[in-house]
């Protein structure tokens, strides 16, 4: 006889599992089940049957993956948990009982726990950790820009740490100019940088007084913020130690006090060619054991021996590195930049010392400053005000924009469209990427194909021959109804006149109407030829399975549908165009 199986051992009421059991299993609350789940990287799954999946019943709630519950059970994060609770509780009972000699001794040896080895577990490689860098940075700027909230889970410290984690990797993009991507939106600054080939993209909010909402729960906020504190360390870490940078940086506090911004770090190198040019600078000889100076005699000869045969590769090879190094100069390298103190100081700050530029702000945007305004090694001025109570002939004074869009055009653009008191042009993102029957601006098309000038200077029948040349299968009505009325009645008069010229010659009608026939036979083989294939692919597509037919319908209709939204803004393009 067969074994009877139980009920609920095997399928998705095996594969999944609702939280309730979960809390029953782990022996944990609610808010530490949460927290878990969140440091471990576990979230809610949706199954296909949500009734086998709860067991035959329909009730709403929330289904885990059974394996990871398992995990978790050994997961040592739990005991840290409940040792935190006891803790807790003996405290308020020392507190209780007024015994605060105690409560101080115990609050000295608050329990604590790291972080380290979840981030070990959930990336094990190092491109892994920079794939999912992006909330993590998002959340680091985010909290640096907040105000301290007393009674809430945003205290000075980790305000002050997410500040200096953010400066650490803001300075690791100006050294190895990887910064490719700036974008001005109403949320905020959007960035790119390339690190090791992968792209990161985050967003930095205005420096602007920050309002603290009331209906966001702090208390997850804070334990994502946790985590990527202990990410970002690990990352920043590596990331130094790659390009032979001192880790941590040196904070000078006076300098941090007076408002210097990302001048307050002192990053250094850990490459041994600079550490003795610093030595030597300071004054201080490094001193050279035997075994090196054993060494230095070896190779000596071999060094006597190329001075005085050199080799005519050797010159050629340190030609070309140098030719090389020349033309991969950074963008801003022959620029210095002053800014005004209109001007958002710190994003300018970044973007232009990743670029290569040397800058200078005014003294009410913070102390720290290399060059003062009436410096007269500043080529660029960037300044948000039409009119300037004293200008220097030797210098350009454009707006804040030309730099972003430099950095995006990945070149110096011309200064004349960006000049003080002008009308700026589109200020486009370099995230959109355009696909073929997407709607192009003419400014981005332009752009792409090296183009520099106003668009707006382009006269008006240029405009309309370009729109005129993409407008082809427009469903609808277009733009030039009244036009398009006008080309119908000349047609109609034209055949109207040539009908009564015929008459008057003497010419039989149907004489006349079999050239008029044997024009329009070829206008009917291409209709009759569309027609065929439209009717055959109306075939295909009946011949398909329901599941696939769907599918063509729905591809066929979003097709549709971006065509029309793309011909009606290429109509109202034309018409305010025409206006």
Known sequence: MAKIKKKHTEGASRTYTTRNRALKKLQVSLQDFRRLCILKGIYPVEPRSRKQANRGSTKLTTFYYS?????????????????????????????????????????????????????????????????????????????ATMPIIKGELVTGDIVNECRRLSTEFMHYVIHTRALRKVFLSIKGIYYQAEVQGQPI????????????????????????????????????????????????????????????????????????????????QDGEAPQVTDQQMAQRLQTLGSKLQTLVEPKEPAYEAVEAADVEDA?????????????????PRHSLEFVLRAAGGRVGWDKAS???????????????????????????????????????????????LDTENYLVGQPLPAHLSPFVEYQDGDYVPQEAALAAQGFEGEV????PEDVDAEVSEHDDGVDGESADESEADDEVDASIEKQYKTQLEAERAGVPFSAYAAPAADKGKKGRKVDRKAEEDAERQKIAISMLSSKKRKAVNRANAETYKRKKDVNALKTRK???AKH
């Open 456 to 459: 707006t200077n382009l006269q």
């Open 366 to 412: 913070g102390g720290g400053s290399a060059y003062a305004e009436n410096d007269r090694a500043i080529t660029v001025q960037i300044s948000d005000r039409p009119a300037q109570g004293h200008q220097y002939l030797d210098r350009t004074y454009v707006q804040p924009q030309w730099v972003y869009d430099s950095i995006n055009a990945g070149r110096v």
């Open 327 to 343: 033309e991969g100069s950074p963008m801003f390298a022959n620029h210095v930049i002053f800014l005004s103190r209109e001007v």
């Open 574 to 576: 034309a018409q305010l």
């Open 201 to 280: 993209t985050w967003i930095v909010p205005y420096q602007f007084s920050q309002r603290v909402p009331t209906d966001v729960d702090f208390k997850v906020m804070a334990t994502f913020l946790q985590f990527y504190r202990t990410l970002m360390g690990f990352v920043n870490f590596r990331l130094f130690t790659t390009a032979n940078l001192a880790y941590p940086p040196h904070l000078d506090e006076a300098m941090d006090e007076s408002g210097v911004g990302l001048g307050s770090l002192k990053v250094e190198s850990q490459r041994i060619e600079d550490l003795i040019s610093a030595r030597e």
């Open 67 to 143: 394996r990871d519950i398992q995990l978790l059970l050994s997961e040592p994060l739990i005991e840290k948990f409940r040792a935190h609770k006891v803790f807790l509780r003996k405290l308020q009972h020392a507190l209780g009982k007024d015994d605060l000699t105690r409560a101080r001794s115990m609050d000295t040896n608050r329990p604590t726990y790291t972080l380290n080895h979840l981030v070990v577990e959930r990336y094990p490689a190092f491109a892994d950790a920079l794939r999912d860098l992006d909330d993590g940075l998002c959340m680091m700027f985010l909290f």
